[in-house]
């Protein structure tokens, strides 16, 4: 196929990429848009196939089978619990890709007549093996932690940020000789080596509860490298595929900064986790009073508003579906029936809207929480499920570690249901008032057990 | 130099339209977008096919072939896995 005719077939994959993610705006519209995106990629692989530089084919073919079995496999037997891990090494397996095209084009030989490499694309072969093998190590260290395999705690040492710093100005150092006359080939690995080394050294100070943030930059990052490769072979497809994700993955990063309000400076060089936990432990002992599952029944009867809120402890004591049957039932008797949704609930952007989805929640009694914000005045009931930080009412008064998050407005319902299995505090390691107020029911042990008990005792009352 | 400074035009617009779009994505799907952008961060794949394809049998060819079974893996599983979730969000 000629070029004129190959190039075509790249922008008519661009404007399906981009129709596609438009489509994504609405839940009824994203399968298509999906759907849409994945033709667009089917355009730009056949195109590519058709390329006249493209000769010998065995090796193009084992990549796609050892590639398309894995992805599939990947794809299909992923609990959407583990989400997050998943996505962490799809982030690093797109920037290895992109490095290593970068480098195979550096590795190829010049025919005669071609131009060889110049200042620019030795730049752009620079860079994008370097943010191709910080997203790997990266993103391979953010999976560890998230999968459990390292310990997720934050690993902080002296000189910390300094040594990162001068290992950071090596590499950008580096580019002076790959850069300047005869490219050497030295340069460019040592730069990869020193990379990699940079993307674990730092996402190892990172806590397990900051991942979602680390998990959305290292998405822009592997948008980057694609971007960055781009500009190496030359192709206004992968810088336009490139950017989209690029922008997707900061605007979920300054979201989830945004609901923790924090900033991304302090996310990634805070170290959150190791801070001391002052305020745990406030010495005096408050009493709780302890409520029954009857209590608790006869309560979320006589409600004709009821907002459940799901926090991670009820995922990954896989109480969704059981919580959606407690929601069916008090549906059923003429109560409303919400669920209040925080941005940071899950351990990914929207990964608790996902996990509800699974048990088959409607989207729609899915509420963002500035939308439900107003609307706890008027609640009867909330059922507090394993959430802990994201109502803690400290947030709004100064000199805490957690002043200023936005939280859900919980405490101006009538009554709040709390479901934990001890007084304990969550990852800020902060207390929370809420427990001790007056219009609080505690509701001691597991949470599944307790709306098992729950949704029993509904059943058997009529 | 010449020959990109059109591609630094292209990424700019591809930047300000990928925040454009992408800001339209409601909180509900951002983790399948995540998933998406992981399929779409795959069209390395392109490159990597050009690398693999070469006549010559060296290091530029199984270099090429790592990328492509990387991007692959990336491209089938991220569609497959948004189409999961997509699934789950519109059956009521």
């Known amino acids: ?462 | 130099m010449e020959l990109y400074l059109p591609l630094l035009f292209t990424f700019t617009l591809a930047v300000f339209l990928g925040f454009e779009v992408i800001s339209k994505v409601p909180t509900t799907l951002h983790t399948p977008l995540m998933s998406g952008a992981n399929a779409i961060s795959g069209i390395t794949v392109v490159g990597a096919i050009l690398c693999a394809g070469q006549p010559d049998n060296n290091l530029a060819k199984w270099l090429g072939m790592f990328a492509v079974m990387f991007a692959t893996v990336n491209v089938v599983g991220g569609f497959l896995v948004t189409d999961r979730m997509f699934k789950m969000f519109k059956r009521k």
């Open chain 1, 1 to 462: 196929m000629s070029d004129a005719l190959i190039q075509i077939a790249y922008l008519a994959s661009v404007c399906c990429f981009i129709v596609g993610l438009k489509k994504l705006s609405g839940p009824k519209t994203a399968r298509t848009g999906n759907a849409l995106a994945s033709l667009a990629m089917l355009i730009a692989i056949v195109a590519a196939l058709l390329d006249h530089q493209v000769v010998s084919f065995p090796m193009i073919i084992a990549g796609f089978i050892l590639g398309g079995v894995a992805g599939a496999i990947f794809a299909l037997k992923v609990e959407m619990t583990a989400m997050p891990q998943m996505v962490a090494l799809f982030n690093g397996f797109g920037g290895i890709a992109s490095a290593i095209v970068a480098l195979s084009d550096f590795a190829t030989p010049r025919p005669e007549g071609v131009e060889g490499i110049v200042f620019a694309s030795a730049l752009a072969i620079g860079i994008s093996v370097v943010i191709g093998a910080v997203t790997l190590t990266g993103s391979l260290v953010a999976f560890g932690k998230l999968q459990g395999l390292v310990n997720s705690a934050p690993i902080t040492y002296s000189f910390q940020k300094l040594g990162n710093a001068l290992l950071f100005l090596a590499i950008v150092a580096l580019f002076i000789p790959f850069c300047g006359e005869g490219h050497p080939g030295w340069a460019i690995v040592v730069m990869m080596l020193l990379s990699l080394g940079l993307g674990i050294l730092l996402v190892i100070p990172i806590g397990g509860a900051d991942m979602p943030v680390v998990i959305s930059l290292l998405n822009s990052y592997s948008g980057l490298a694609a971007c960055a490769t781009g500009f190496v072979l030359n192709n206004q497809l992968l810088i336009i595929a490139g950017s989209m994700v690029g922008a997707a993955g900061i605007i979920l990063t300054v979201l989830m900064c945004d609901a923790m309000n924090r900033s991304l400076t302090n996310v990634i060089f805070g170290a959150f986790g190791a801070a001391d936990s002052t305020g745990a432990a406030s010495g005096e002992q408050r009493s709780v009073t302890k409520y029954s599952v009857e209590d608790a029944m006869m309560t979320l009867e006589n409600a004709s508003q009821v907002v459940i809120v799901p926090g991670y402890g009820l995922a990954v004591a896989r109480a969704q579906h059981i919580t959606h049957e407690l929601g069916q039932m008090l549906e059923k008797r003429g109560i409303t029936v919400k669920y209040a949704i925080h941005p940071v609930a899950g351990r990914m952007p929207g990964h608790m809207n996902v996990l509800l989805a699974e048990a088959d929640v409607p989207y729609e009694q899915l509420i963002e929480m500035d939308t439900i914000n107003p609307e706890f005045e008027y609640t009867d009931v909330v059922l507090v499920l394993g959430a802990n930080d994201v109502i803690n009412p400290a947030a709004r008064t100064e000199g805490s570690p957690i002043s200023g998050m936005p939280i859900l407005d919980v405490d101006r319902a009538r009554t709040v249901m709390i479901c934990k299995r001890s007084l304990s505090p969550g990852f800020a390691g902060i207390d929370n008032e809420l427990f001790y107020d007056e219009k609080t029911m505690m509701l001691f042990g597991d949470a599944k057990k307790t709306i098992t008990d729950l949704v029993e005792t509904l059943r058997n009352g009529s």
